[in-house]
């Protein structure tokens, strides 16, 4: 490299991380962390408990309910449930960050609903399909609540309408929710019916580079080699970009599964390194005959809803029509 050349560009560094000899990763940074707060108290926008569901795993879930529930005739309402998967970039911050304990806050006031964040483990500590695991078990605690009659967790038991559940994700946490969303046609959940899944920005790959990701292989939020780096760090050892974890094209041969799933709706821009991979996303489920909403603006960029408050505020009200 000659003393003129720039440097190579170092994901790593990108990422603020360093990979110990043991496979673990070090993270260089402290994300702001919030403690549940379960008192519905006037001036909030709601209220929030923790409950472990796995104890040989350790994964818990965070539940919120709107600190103000609507009522009829005298009793209280019955809410929608939305599963909820974060977007984390797989590896780099938890459920119980203050970003989203804002963001499942505002999505349970705005659109008067219990939400259950799953709080899944992260690779490479824990390496896929762990995630996918987590978010099952989460699932089907879920379902058992409305089952036990003696132990059910109260806010769901007292508050939740069974028959209105959600499986929603943001990024990562979209491609943990496709994922959870066919998982879930294996089990009988009854009484607890999936009426639909919102996947906001999916995070896919692939081994070939796609148009988008050659035009924004340099994006300051989702350059490239730091989305490489994350799945190398995410994905089974041995496996590489094409595997069905990462791929959505992997599933063409379980088309007849993929055509099972219920309502879809899939959010994405066209600023995003993964805008393609999202188009094949919903190419693949449409051809399964998925009934698939597609929204996607030309304007705006990964994650755009943390920084611009009118584009949070469309993508509740997006969900929100999703849902009713």
């Known amino acids: 490299m000659s003393r003129d050349s720039p440097p190579a560009f170092d994901p790593y560094k990108h990422l603020n991380i360093t990979i110990n000899p043991n496979g673990s990763c070090t993270r260089h940074f402290v994300w702001p962390m919030v403690e549940p707060d379960p008192d519905p108290c ?3 926008l709601a209220a929030s408990k923790d409950v472990t569901i796995n104890h040989e795993t350790g994964v818990s879930v965070r539940i919120f309910r709107p600190t103000n529930l609507p009522s009829n005739d005298n009793a209280v309402a019955r809410l929608p449930i939305i599963i909820h ?14 970003a989203n304990d804002r963001c499942c806050s505002q999505m349970t006031s705005e659109l008067t609903v219990i ?13 896929l399909p762990a995630q996918y695991d987590d978010a099952l078990d989460a699932l089907l605690w879920v379902k058992q609540q409305v089952v036990d009659s003696t132990n059910g967790e109260p806010w769901l038991k007292d508050y939740a309408d069974f028959s209105r559940c959600y499986i929603c994700g943001s990024s990562n946490g979209a491609n943990i929710a496709f994922q959870l969303a066919l998982r879930s046609l294996d089990h009988d959940l009854t009484p607890l019916q999936i009426d639909g899944c919102v996947f906001y920005q999916p995070l896919f790959g692939g081994k070939t580079r796609t148009k988008s990701e050659l035009k924004n292989f340099a994006d300051p ?7 490489d780096a994350m799945w190398e ?21 379980q088309k007849e599964k993929v055509g099972r799933l219920g309502r879809c ?11 393609d991979r999202q188009q094949d996303f919903v190419n693949l489920l449409v051809a399964a005959g998925v009934r698939v909403e597609a929204r996607f603006d ?22 929100r029509d999703f849902i009713s």
């Open 265 to 275: 709706l899939v959010i994405g821009y066209g600023g995003d390194t993964s805008l």
């Open 233 to 253: 760090l995410s994905l089974p050892v041995g496996v590489d970009r094409d595997h069905r974890y990462c791929n959505p094209l992997g599933y063409l041969p």
């Open 42 to 44: 006037p001036g909030k």
């Open 115 to 127: 939400v259950v964040s799953v709080h899944y483990r992260l690779p490479p500590e824990h390496r």
């Open 298 to 319: 030309d304007a705006g960029f990964h994650s755009i809803e943390l920084v611009d408050p009118r584009r949070a505020v469309a993508l509740l009200n997006m969900i």
């Open 85 to 98: 998967l974060h977007g984390s970039g797989w590896i780099l911050y938890p459920a119980n960050s203050a």
């Open 221 to 227: 939020v989702m350059p490239v080699p730091a989305v």
